[in-house]
């Protein structure tokens, strides 16, 4: 059975402050994923990883920064929280060559 | 880059009728479509997918149809259930490597009892 988890439900930060968000998955998957999810606008993709070192933006990668140092865990980074980055962070990993993504259950983000 | 198109956006039924979610996709490159079922307050979990050397695809009574040519799919449930309440996400790769998925803005389904 996969799992994903990740380090917190909720969080509320100021603005201004770095924020870390932590994903680990237990199925040695190679790919790992970040996403926001915001009402109306589905899952965004703000960046993935394919292997430990590497990673690649996806859609909204400004204002983030991830890092992957070990095959299981890939960290988001806000390097300076706006308001404007309060949503819910969706993490997800997958087997190199497969489709099926697994998802954490989420970490909501408020920055006042 | 990709962009996926879905709709609607909502969709009320009564149970036991049947639902029809659409999506079209831009790049033609595309090749393998996923559908996610996100109920309240829990995670995605793909329900059904598709890839582009087939037309059709069934489990249970979930069905993924697919037209490459007009770049759009569609995910048909039948004899719905209170239980088939959900958000519905639809996908889009070009299933190269990492598999990185495109995803439609979502349709909020409600079966009425």
């Known amino acids: 059975d996969v799992k994903v988890t990740q380090s917190s439900r909720y969080l509320v930060k100021r603005t201004g402050e770095k924020v870390f968000l932590e994903c680990v998955q237990d199925?040695?998957?190679?790919?790992m994923f970040w996403y926001r999810q915001d009402p109306g606008l589905g899952l965004r993709l703000i960046y993935f990883?394919?292997?430990?070192?590497?990673?690649e933006k996806g859609d909204i990668p400004e204002g983030y920064s991830v890092s992957r140092e070990k095959k299981e865990r890939f960290s988001l980074i806000l390097e300076s929280a706006s308001t404007n980055q309060t949503s819910m962070y969706l993490c997800?990993?997958?087997?190199?060559?497969?489709?099926?993504?697994?998802f954490g259950p989420g970490t909501r983000l408020t920055v006042t | 880059g990709e962009n996926v198109e879905q709709h609607p956006s909502t969709l009320s039924v009564q149970e036991g009728d049947s639902a029809v979610i659409k999506c079209t996709y831009s790049?033609?490159?595309?090749?393998?479509f996923p559908w996610y079922k996100q109920e309240l307050g829990k995670r995605p979990q793909l329900i059904i997918d598709?890839?582009?050397?087939?037309g059709e695809k069934k489990d249970q009574r979930i069905a993924v149809t697919l037209n490459k040519t007009a770049k759009h799919f569609s995910l048909h449930i039948t004899e719905t259930q209170p239980e088939d309440s959900a958000v519905y996400f639809c996908?889009?790769?070009?299933?190269?490597?990492?598999?990185?998925?495109?995803f439609g803005k979502g349709t909020k389904l409600s079966v009425i009892p």
């Open positions: 790049d033609s490159a595309s090749n393998y």
């Open positions: 990883s394919y292997d430990v070192k590497m990673k």
């Open positions: 997800a990993s997958s087997r190199q060559g497969a489709g099926e993504q697994y």
């Open positions: 598709i890839r582009s050397n087939v």
């Open positions: 199925m040695d998957h190679e790919n």
């Open positions: 996908a889009a790769s070009k299933g190269a490597g990492s598999y990185q998925l495109t």
